[in-house]
């Protein structure tokens, strides 16, 4: 029997007896059936109690710097619709940009790595990318790339993404590509009866139209194409020449080949006397000339189109000429992330960005400022539309014969060392022999 019956019962008999102790004998009755009174019994019911959550706290903002030297000065409208875009999809992180001209932007770049104030994320082109990978200054990307399930290296041009990688290590984005044209002045051409540039044409058939157009008496000039470095190497690989062999034990920047090709850079002030020599040009800019209806012709990159566009007189493009082969430039810009960035998650979502998604690449091509390193072509149809030029399609077929420039760790030292060399071949104090021979020993030094 269950206690609790047991009990009522014991305490039902007791008053059973106090009851018969006071009440007149009567005869007993007989109980036929007992019925037993259940008791309810109590049911514990688990409650579930929901844990309230403890207030979370909200990421600190984010502000990353990024350091550029192409955005400044046509571009910096473009640049800042990118950031919005990126800041509506990011909130919390703010991109502060600061510029500055070429010249002397890797100069302060250097200065605000070795003080400890790097910029979180800079651009960097292919010519010092080299420099700045090996002395362990820019973050591995590898890491956020692989853990990044939004991220495929399948979307940049192979060649531009190839081009920041070093020693298995991606160490850079690839933000553009481009090269570098001959720019004509129709006018000029109709002027003097000859009929514009094509994509076979030789530096023999440059000279010659450029002797046509040139007048030195009304500062009129058939053609330019500076002499330095970055034009040599690219001549010199039209005429045959590399600056190294194949695994870079050997300076071959002194062979015949890159003597000629030199001599023919220098053929053009001082023997065709088809270019202006730096005097004749009396510190304005070949930009500026040939802006201004001097120049028949001219060698400059892309970046170039916009610059051109309010001319006053009508301008197209072609492929660069060539020697012996076609060769044309191939440069790359990239952005990299210190290595000591206090966010180097933000600063990666923003170096994406920036490269490859649909809103930059879009804005970038509606600004013709360069081109995406992007592998999808259809994002040029709208950047092949656009005129002037008329004939935009030369600059992806330049593409067909581009080459990259010679690097090596201490790539700003070559460049300078080969630059002064040029500077003293132009003013004929060295032949293009003697300068490439000194060359030659220079950039060995550099090796070591």
């Known amino acids: 029997m269950n206690v609790n019956l047991h009990r009522f019962s014991l305490i039902g008999a007791a008053l059973a007896l106090v009851a018969s102790a006071c009440a007149p004998a009567a005869t007993p009755a007989v109980i036929e059936n007992t019925v037993e009174v259940p008791v309810t019994q109590i049911v514990e019911v688990p409650v579930e109690v929901t844990a309230v959550p403890e207030p979370t706290t909200p990421p600190e903002p984010v502000t990353l710097t990024y350091f550029t030297f192409s955005a400044a000065p046509d571009h910096l409208e473009d640049l800042d619709a990118m950031i919005k875009a990126f800041e509506a999809g990011h909130p919390g992180v703010t991109i502060k ?15 605000l790595i070795a003080g400890g104030t790097a910029p979180d994320i800079f651009e960097l082109n292919y010519e010092n990318f080299v420099s700045y990978a090996s002395k362990g200054v820019l973050l591995d990307l590898s890491s956020q790339s692989a853990g990044d399930s939004s991220f495929s290296a399948d979307v940049y041009y192979p060649r531009a993404y190839d081009a920041f990688s070093l020693n298995g290590m991606q160490l850079g984005l690839p933000a553009t590509f481009s090269t570098v044209v001959l720019f004509y002045n129709k006018a000029l051409f109709d002027q003097a009866g000859l009929d514009y540039p094509t994509s076979d044409w030789t530096w023999a058939d440059a000279v010659a139209a450029a002797e046509k157009i040139n007048d030195p008496a009304a500062g009129v000039y058939g053609l330019y194409s500076p002499t330095q470095f970055w034009e040599f190497y690219k001549k010199a690989a039209q005429n045959g020449c590399e600056f190294f062999n194949a695994d ?15 001599q023919t850079m220098v053929d053009f002030v001082q023997t065709d006397k088809v270019m202006p020599s730096d005097v004749d040009m009396g510190g304005v800019s070949d930009g500026d000339l040939f802006k201004s209806g001097k120049l028949g012709m001219i060698v400059t990159g892309i970046w170039m189109f916009s610059a051109f566009q309010d001319s006053g007189f009508e301008w197209d493009i072609a492929v660069e000429p060539g020697l012996k082969t076609q060769a044309t430039h191939f440069f790359a810009n990239g952005v990299s992330v210190f290595a000591a960035s206090q966010h180097p998650q933000e600063a990666w979502e923003w170096a994406k960005f920036f490269t490859s998604s649909p809103e930059a690449a879009k804005l970038r091509v509606d600004a013709g400022w360069e ?10 149809d709208s950047y092949l539309s656009q005129t002037p030029p008329a004939n935009r399609q030369a600059v992806l077929d330049s593409l067909k014969w581009s080459i990259v420039p010679p690097v090596i760790e201490r790539q700003s030292e070559m460049q300078d060392a080969v630059n002064k060399l040029l500077d003293q071949v132009k003013l004929g104090q060295l032949t293009p022999q003697e300068a490439l021979d000194q060359a030659k020993v220079e950039i060995e030094a550099l090796l070591k």
């Open 97 to 111: 940009v600061e510029t500055a001209p070429f010249n002397e932007y890797f100069t302060k770049l250097q200065t």
């Open 248 to 262: 870079k034990t050997e300076v071959t920047v002194n062979s015949p080949e890159c003597v000629e090709a030199l």
């Open 371 to 380: 081109l995406p390193a992007v592998s999808d072509t259809a994002v040029f």
